[in-house]
């Protein structure tokens, strides 16, 4: 098991938009940056305070990786809109389809700058669909999740779309396998399984870790700008950091639904 010294940071610490919030902050080695806003359905309401949080804040982090000399992890997000083939690669033109991935890929581009002009070492992790225990109940696999916990019946959105998940674990030992094998430069990975799963797979597979047949209802209400497909070519990961991940999907709706039932 790895052993660090962590420096954590969270709103207690401030607003990251602040500089002061980080320039307060003691010297590392590494940084882990993942703080953001992140709820699609809320960009769309208010471009300003994402583009503040997500783009303002990626850049007061990246002037304390400046002033310590620190490497950096940025946690990025699905950038590419709609694909125009399958499995998306990292060399897929970003285009972003809502304000959150714009807010994104604009912190990104900050990231880009930061490593050619002060030589900051920095891998930017694009995560397509992440999942697990404690994820806030508004996303879709804890609601329904919570649905089930309720005695049903499950109501979604829309059952057709199809997403690529990953357990937050995998994401996990990926973003520790970026540290210590840093370049002089920037460079961008997928984090995936490099399959994709309907909604409506996603409630039957719940359904059947939960032992549960309640009713589905389709409301066939399709998002803004929706998807109808996503998979990560996760090449990359694997050929950099050795990479892959390791827990099935339904072995990880298995933890989420365990930990609501606690």
């Known amino acids: ?17 602040d500089p002061q919030t980080v320039a307060r902050l003691d010297p590392a080695d590494h940084v882990f940056h993942l703080a953001a806003r992140t709820f699609v359905p809320d960009s769309w309401g208010d471009h300003t305070g994402f583009l503040g949080t997500n783009v303002l804040g990626t850049a007061n982090v990246l002037a304390y990786c400046k002033r310590v000399s620190a490497s950096m ?20 033109p970003p285009r972003p389809n809502n304000p959150y991935a714009l807010s994104k890929f604009l912190a990104e581009q900050l990231c880009e700058f930061a490593a050619q ?11 397509f669909n992440i999942y697990g225990p404690e994820q806030p109940g508004r996303f ?13 019946p ?3 959105m829309d059952l057709a779309p199809r997403r690529d998940y990953l357990h937050v674990d995998d994401l996990v030992s990926l973003l520790m396998a970026t540290v210590g094998s840093v370049q002089p430069e920037s460079r961008v990975v997928n984090a ?34 929706e998807i109808d497909d996503v ?3 996760t090449t990359l990961a694997r050929g950099l950091f050795g990479w892959a991940p390791r827990i ?6 298995q933890t989420v639904v365990t930990d609501r039932s606690q």
């Open 1 to 17: 098991m790895e052993r660090h010294d962590v420096i954590p940071v969270s709103r207690a610490t401030g607003d990251i938009a």
């Open 117 to 127: 002009s002060d030589g900051t070492p920095i891998t930017i992790v694009r995560p």
């Open 231 to 233: 998979r990560a070519d």
């Open 248 to 253: 099935a999907l339904r072995d990880g709706l």
């Open 140 to 152: 879709l696999i804890p609601t329904i999740v919570r649905q089930v916990a309720a005695g049903g």
């Open 73 to 92: 992890t940025f946690v990025s997000a699905y950038v590419y809109g709609k694909p125009l083939r399958l499995p998306i690669g990292e060399n897929t």
């Open 192 to 225: 995936g399984s490099g399959e994709s799963h309907s909604v409506s797979e996603i409630v039957d597979l719940v359904q059947e870790v939960a032992g549960t047949s309640y009713p589905v209802v389709d409301e066939g209400r399709a998002r803004p700008s």
């Open 154 to 156: 499950i109501r979604v």
